[in-house]
C-alpha cells in the first residue's frame, strides 16, 4: 500500500464548476499537508498547506485535512481555465522529506 | 522564494550511457533534493544533498546508478549512470528554505532513454 493514494484522474470540468481534488494516507505522523500545483513543463508550485486537521481558505481555494479518516481535499470555486494543471498532494512529519500523492490532471473547459 | 534553474531542460540518451544533470540556485541554501516524476507516477526522493556531505539516498536508489555533487550552497548535480529505458522520467531539483511552505523546485530535466 502507498503512503499516499491520490486518484490520478484525468478530471475534466465546465469553467465555473467547483472542483474537488482527493487524497488519502496511512501513515498517522504525518503532521504536515500541502498541495502543488504543476503546469506542464514546469515544476510543482506550493498552492496551499495545512498543519493538522482543520480548513484553510485563500480565495478560490480550500483545503481540508480530516486526520481521523486519513484524508484530505482540495476545492476549487469558479474553476477558471488558467486553473488547468497537475495537483499534487504532498505530507511530512516536518523533516523536510514530502511523500507525494500521483497528481490529478485537471483540466478547466472554457 | 528561491528560483531554481536545471540543464539541459531535455534530452534523448541511448542506453548504457550517462548524463549528468545540472542545477543552480539564486541564493545560498543549506539542503538540495533531487526527485524523480515517473509518468503517472509521484514524485519520489531519490536523494538529499547537502554541501559538505555525502547525499543521503533513498531506499531503491544507490550512489553508483545515481551519483551526487554538491560542490557549493548554490549548486548540484545528479549523474544518471548506465541508463536504461526504466530511467526514461523527469527528474527534478528542489531546495529547502528551512520552513515548510519553503520548498521550490526547478522546471526539471525530461530523459528518455532509447
Known amino acids: 500500500q502507498k503512503e499516499v493514494e491520490q486518484d490520478p484522474g484525468p478530471l475534466s470540468v465546465p469553467e465555473g464548476a467547483i472542483v474537488s481534488l482527493n487524497c488519502t494516507y496511512s501513515n498517522s505522523a504525518f503532521q504536515y499537508f500541502m498541495w502543488y500545483r504543476q503546469y506542464s513543463r514546469k515544476g510543482p508550485e506550493l498552492l496551499m498547506y495545512?498543519?493538522?486537521?482543520g480548513n484553510k481558505e485563500d480565495g478560490r481555494f480550500t483545503a481540508q485535512v480530516d486526520k481521523s479518516s486519513k484524508y484530505i481535499s482540495l476545492f476549487i470555486r469558479d474553476s477558471q481555465p488558467s486553473d488547468s494543471a497537475t495537483y499534487l498532494c504532498?505530507?511530512?512529519?516536518?523533516?523536510?522529506?514530502?511523500?507525494f500523492g500521483q497528481g490529478t490532471r485537471l483540466t478547466i473547459n472554457p | 522564494s528561491a528560483v531554481i534553474s536545471q540543464k539541459p531542460s531535455r534530452d534523448i540518451c541511448q542506453r548504457g550511457t550517462s548524463l549528468t544533470i545540472q542545477c543552480q540556485v539564486d541564493s545560498q541554501v543549506t539542503m538540495m533534493f533531487w526527485y524523480r516524476q515517473q509518468p503517472g507516477q509521484s514524485l519520489t526522493l531519490i536523494a538529499t544533498?547537502?554541501?559538505?556531505?555525502?547525499?543521503?539516498?533513498e531506499s531503491g536508489f544507490v550512489i553508483d546508478k545515481f551519483p551526487i555533487s554538491r560542490p557549493n550552497l548554490t549548486f548540484s548535480t545528479l549523474t544518471v549512470s548506465n541508463m536504461s529505458p526504466e530511467d526514461s522520467s523527469i527528474y527534478l531539483c528542489?531546495?529547502?528554505?528551512?520552513?515548510?511552505?519553503?520548498?521550490?523546485f526547478g522546471p526539471g530535466t525530461r530523459l528518455t532513454v532509447l
Open positions: 544533498a547537502n554541501q559538505g556531505s555525502e547525499a543521503t539516498y
Open positions: 495545512t498543519y493538522s486537521s
Open positions: 504532498a505530507m511530512t512529519q516536518g523533516a523536510q522529506k514530502l511523500v
Open positions: 528542489s531546495v529547502d528554505g528551512g520552513r515548510v511552505d519553503e520548498q521550490f
